[in-house]
């Protein structure tokens, strides 16, 4: 697969971008939302940003405190010797406990902030936020929005972060300067959404990726809907390889996007040593949850040094592109850290699809 990154990547990075809050540093610009708006390029980026501590026996967690009407920044001070907690990822503290090793806090507090551009690669980054938390769902944080456009309506689905778990918020905008919440769109523990851009048989449909406590592993679904607000007919869609580069977890990258052969997918996946690659898979135009292929292998993987090495390195994940012609350009976070994007082209990637080897709902 011929990949063409860009020479100005990455794009954005943390150094780019004016810390929102007094005392932390932004380590992390990434993941965006993409959209195509009166004739620029607008990346949604997820922005993390971390407390400063000058201690370091002293770890320090975001939270915003919503015990009052209106919700305040709340910074928690942890101990690196207390046993009670798990300070091994940098990203997240857990809960010691082998009974209970779910996370106790995040280390950083994550918004969304759109970036600008006229020809797609010089962006210039808004000084505000454009979606901050403003729930208690979203007390943690809010992360790795996708964005679909609906005739004049630009819908923002995006990870909402609690300590009750991570479900998807919906918002939606005509002009990305005033916005609309509509609350959760799926309860936790829920993420990677990605609305399709139009109604197939009349109705929308979504994918969305659960993650099973028990029994089930993170995997693709889909599911549709009358009016984008209440899901339902939830249906497996796409699974894990048992080897290789998507055997440790999977989900839905950016928006699907509309071919002459079906719906594309450009997906993420994970294999055990938490690498993360793009693939593609291609759905049926009139039934999505009917998959036709899927690559075998990674169109995308990271081998760049940016892609490598970063606040967690060995990443590549998208959250949307943008397509002209046999063009499909891809926006992607590298590491955890920073955008960049590459160009691909449609064909190739059609040529790269099997239509005999897909691990779908009737595995």
Same mark, same amino acid.
């Given at each position: 697969?011929?990949? $063409? ?6 794009? =954005? ?16 610009? &990434? ?9 620029? !390029? ?9 407390? =400063?501590?000058? #201690? ?9 405190? &919503? ?34 090793? !779910? ?17 797609? $690669?010089?962006?210039? =980054? ?6 901050? +938390?403003? %729930? ?36 939606? %905008? ?18 990677? $959404?990605?609305? &399709?851009?139009?109604? =197939? ?54 928006? +699907? ?40 292998? +990674? ?10 090495? *970063? ?6 994940? %998208?959250? *949307?592109? %943008?397509?002209?012609?046999?063009? $499909?350009?891809?926006?992607? *976070?590298?590491?955890? !850290? ?8 449609? #064909? ?8 005999? #080897? ?6």
């Amino acid at each position: 697969m011929k990949v $063409v990154r860009f020479e100005e990547n990455p794009l =954005i990075t943390p150094a780019d971008i004016k810390p929102f809050h007094q005392n932390h540093e932004v380590i992390g610009a &990434f993941n965006a939302g993409v959209a195509e708006y009166q004739g620029e !390029t607008l990346l949604l980026l997820r922005v993390a940003e971390r407390p =400063i501590s000058e #201690n370091p026996d002293i770890v320090k967690a975001p939270i915003i405190d &919503f015990s009052e009407d209106k919700g305040k920044l709340k910074i928690i001070e942890l101990d690196v010797h207390d046993a009670r907690y798990d300070f091994y990822d940098p990203r997240t503290v857990l809960h010691n406990d082998p009974k209970n090793r !779910t996370a106790a806090y995040l280390t950083s507090l994550s918004y969304i902030r759109i970036a600008r551009s006229k020809d797609g $690669v010089n962006f210039t =980054i808004d000084d505000e936020p454009f979606i901050y +938390p403003e %729930t208690e769902r979203e007390a943690w944080g809010i992360e790795d929005p996708r964005v679909t456009q609906i005739e004049d309506t630009y819908y923002i689905q995006y990870s909402a972060v609690s300590a009750e778990g991570i479900g998807v918020g919906l918002a939606s %905008t005509k002009d990305f300067v005033r916005y609309e919440r509509h609350g959760l769109m799926l309860h936790p523990e829920n993420k990677d $959404v990605a609305i &399709f851009p139009e109604k =197939i048989n009349g109705k929308y449909y979504t994918l969305h990726r659960p993650v099973p406590k028990g029994i089930g592993r993170p995997e693709i679904w889909i599911a549709e809907s009358d009016n984008l607000l209440y899901w339902g007919n939830h249906q497996y869609l796409l699974g894990l390889s048992e080897d290789g580069w998507d055997n440790g977890r999977i989900g839905g990258g950016a928006v +699907p996007f509309k071919t002459e052969k079906g719906w594309l997918e450009i997906y993420h996946a994970a294999d055990q040593n938490d690498r993360y690659c793009l693939g593609a898979v291609l759905l049926d135009l009139d039934d999505p949850a009917n998959v036709l292929a899927k690559t075998d292998e +990674p169109i995308l993987v990271p081998e760049a040094d940016y892609e490598k090495a *970063g606040f967690f390195g060995n990443v590549v994940f %998208t959250c *949307g592109v %943008t397509v002209q012609g046999d063009n $499909v350009r891809v926006y992607y *976070g590298a590491a955890d !850290t920073s955008m960049a994007a590459a160009d691909l082209s449609l #064909n190739e990637i059609f040529s790269k699809l099997n239509y005999h #080897n897909v691990l779908t709902k009737a595995r």
